[in-house]
């Protein structure tokens, strides 16, 4: 990989399955064959990037919305869909918060709402949800971010947390 690229990190070797049991559908997204590769390869869903040749890579997050909390993986859409469920609006994102390199403590959500009631909403979300991925945080706003492709702007949002520590 030449200097400065990145690129989601692809396995390889004995050690790979050959797909998900009865799956097809799922094995065809996860492993692919590479140009020029002669055997299958396995998607891992992190971005890294090899700084210099001969340097080790360097993790830059995920492809999807996936973080570890306390251990545990937590795909953020997951949370997303309950928070939408329990709060009946559509627009929200799930962030880690605090994070480091590969992990966060918990979880903040914003939902673009004049109000809700955080309280009652993670109580709810206590219920149907693993305590791990209950939001610590519940974030009202009129209206979320939206970035240049009209998608959620998880990083606005975030530089939102970061100003308020």
């Not at 809700?116 to 219920?127: G, I, T, Y």
Request: glycine share 10%.
């Amino acid at each position: 990989m030449p200097s400065c690229d990145h690129g989601e990190l692809l396995l390889s070797g004995p050690q790979v399955t050959l797909g998900y049991l009865n799956d097809p559908e799922k094995t065809s997204a996860a492993f692919v064959l590479p140009p020029g590769a002669d055997s299958m390869h396995y998607r891992t869903g992190d971005l890294v990037r090899r700084p210099e040749d001969g340097l080790p890579l360097t993790y830059l997050g995920r492809v999807d919305h996936q973080i570890k909390v306390h251990g545990h993986r937590v795909e953020l859409g997951e949370v997303e869909a309950a928070v939408r469920a329990t709060t009946g609006e559509e627009a929200v994102v799930a962030l880690g918060w605090p994070r480091n390199e590969s992990a966060a403590s918990g979880i903040v959500a914003f939902v673009g709402a004049e109000a809700v009631d955080a309280s009652s909403v993670r109580k709810q979300l206590a219920a149907r949800l693993p305590d791990y991925m209950v939001p610590w945080e519940i974030r009202t706003l009129r209206q979320l971010p939206l970035n240049d492709n009209g998608k959620f702007d998880r990083g606005a949002l975030l530089a939102l947390l970061e100003a308020d520590e």
